[in-house]
């Protein structure tokens, strides 16, 4: 594990760099190192443990992406899971508008979950309240990091923290 994560200057996490573009940023002043782990990184020059978060001592701006609003995606934010009943992938899941179309609603991020079968066809084109169907948590629209979709299955432990502070969980779920 090489890779290091780059926070910036409010904690947020920004993105993922090579070991030696990290070691650079610190000995520039640039960024400080917040994790490193056992193993030490000998050159000619210097010789200090391999950090694994640094970061950054200035403030850097980027553009916000969005996480397309697909089936698919949905889905993924809900990890599968039926908004209504709880229950996970027992069968096909489907994505319910919570306000119905003919109803007025919305194919957005705020009115789009993930709902089994059984609870999508007792839900009808009712809203949840006339239907007596609470939802499980209030979607909303997930925040994109698009690194995570490579890294997201050598994430290394001391990173969880700051991403779960950016709601990771989520995205690190999204495929491209
Ligand atoms: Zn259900």
Not at 3 to 23: F, G, H, I, K
Request: with cysteine; charged share 25%.
């Amino acid at each position: 594990m090489t890779d290091v994560l780059v926070l910036n200057a409010t904690y947020e996490a920004l993105n993922v760099t090579s070991l030696q573009r990290a070691v650079k940023l610190v000995f520039a002043g640039k960024a400080e190192v917040l994790h490193d782990n056992e193993r030490m990184l000998r050159a000619a020059t210097f010789a200090m443990r391999m950090p694994s978060i640094i970061r950054m001592l200035y403030y850097i701006r980027r553009p916000r992406q969005q996480v397309a609003l697909t089936k698919k995606n949905v889905l993924l934010r809900d990890d599968y899971r039926c908004q209504y009943c709880g229950n996970k992938a027992n069968g096909p899941m489907t994505v319910d508008h919570i306000v119905p179309k003919s109803a007025g609603g919305a194919s957005t991020w705020e009115n789009l979950v993930c709902a089994c079968l059984t609870c999508n066809n007792r839900k009808n084109n009712r809203t949840p309240q006339d239907a007596n169907m609470a939802l499980l948590h209030k979607p909303r629209r997930p925040k994109y990091i698009p690194w995570i979709q490579v890294k997201r299955h050598t994430v290394p432990g001391e990173w969880y923290k700051f991403l779960f502070l950016y709601d990771v969980s989520i995205e690190e779920r999204i495929e491209s």
